[in-house]
């Protein structure tokens, strides 16, 4: 009987050994595993939603983030504009892990979802993100970039809204000083009173806070910015704004005037910028 026992005994703590030792097999690999997350919300709205790129083997000590805000004069555009960027930004951001945000867009039929608005939005992003960063098991260092309007939307995040653990931005072509944007051509001055209900006259508030170059102090984190010297678009005087209020204050920035191309630029550009990008963001 006491042999019996034995071998029952036996046998269940082998299989349970066996089963424990299966199960931490399977759900590792699984854990470690790149991710892809589409479409994920961190608000009510439909277009409050990011894509969520999570590399294999991450963990918080070894996989900073990188977020992307993406452009279209605050009326259009959308996050699947990461995928242009990507493969470039995997190549010279080894490790990382990548976010690419939507956010409500300008909405002429009723007026709603201005700059105002979309400012908001980055935040709850921001939000959202930070409350999941464990789950996700990477790190809390945050570098921001974004092109044209995103990269409006990502420096008047980090200069004016930042509460986190962020590292660095890097903007192609942005709009910084809204007020002088207004003064550019007709077109411009046309979309900027929508989204920002008004002229710099009849709104001037509006395009007081929503200016970048309006919320820069010496405690603003390293940015890293390029400009085409022919952009039709979002003029370099722009950047050239902005690289003015950085020395003024003592801020760590990095201005790149790009000859000859506009507002966007071509494959090759946007690797030799993204290396450039990298090298002054440096490692955590």
């Known amino acids: 009987m006491k042999q019996n026992i034995f071998k029952s005994f036996t046998f269940s703590?082998?299989?349970l050994l066996l089963l424990a030792s299966s199960c931490s097999s399977d759900n590792e690999p699984d854990f470690?595993?790149?991710?892809?997350l589409q479409n994920e919300s961190y608000?009510?709205?439909?277009?409050?939603?990011?894509?969520?790129?999570?590399?294999?083997?991450?963990s918080p000590s070894e996989t900073p983030l990188l977020i992307y805000i993406h452009g279209g004069a605050w009326i259009d555009g959308d996050k699947s504009e990461f995928l242009q960027v990507k493969p470039l930004l995997e190549k010279e951001f080894p490790g990382y892990a990548f976010i690419s945000l939507n956010y409500r867009l300008y909405d002429f039929a009723t007026g709603r979802n201005g700059i105002l608005d979309q400012e908001q939005d980055i935040i709850l992003a921001f939000n959202s993100i930070e409350n999941q960063l464990a789950d996700w098991n990477i790190s809390d260092n945050i570098v921001l970039a974004g092109a044209s309007a995103g990269?409006?939307?990502?420096?008047?995040?980090?200069l004016k809204n930042n509460n986190s653990d962020l590292k660095g931005v890097i903007a192609f072509f942005p709009p910084t000083d809204l007020t002088e944007l207004y003064k550019f051509n007709n077109l411009t001055a046309l979309g900027l009173g929508a989204v920002l209900g008004g002229t710099p006259s009849t709104a001037a508030l509006n395009y007081q806070i929503t200016s970048p170059v309006n919320f820069v102090d010496p405690m603003d984190v390293p940015t890293i910015f390029f400009h085409g010297d022919v952009d039709t678009?979002?003029?370099?005087?722009?950047?050239e704004l902005l690289k003015a209020a950085f020395q003024n204050k003592g801020v760590r920035h990095q201005f790149t005037?790009?000859?000859?191309?506009?507002h966007g630029f071509t494959m090759t550009t946007n690797e030799e910028l993204i290396r450039q990008a990298k090298e002054f963001i440096g490692e955590f």
């Open 13 to 15: 703590t082998f299989f």
């Open 233 to 239: 678009v979002v003029p370099i005087s722009q950047s």
């Open 151 to 158: 990269g409006h939307l990502a420096l008047l995040h980090a």
């Open 257 to 262: 005037k790009v000859p000859g191309q506009g």
């Open 32 to 36: 470690l595993a790149a991710r892809e």
């Open 43 to 58: 608000g009510n709205d439909p277009k409050q939603k990011m894509d969520v790129y999570l590399p294999a083997g991450r």
